[in-house]
């Protein structure tokens, strides 16, 4: 369930509660601790480390007038 999730996490914008929802877990918390205990990284953490850059918020332009 959990590297089912690893895959909906990178390959899908869905929020990580409903990927919890999807894989089998209906306790956001297990889910999350369950994950970081298998994975070593918490879901969000997970996501922004191997998450497409597209995916990734972009940084702010620090463009100076």
Avoid: M, N, W
């Amino acid at each position: 369930r959990v590297l089912e999730a690893c895959e909906l996490l990178v390959g899908t914008k869905l929020p990580i509660t409903e990927i919890a929802l999807q894989v089998g877990f209906y306790d956001h918390s297990a889910f999350s601790k369950k994950f970081s205990e298998l994975i070593g990284v918490s879901p969000r953490e997970y996501r922004k480390r191997y998450g497409s850059p597209a995916d990734q918020p972009s940084p702010r332009s620090g463009r100076i007038r």
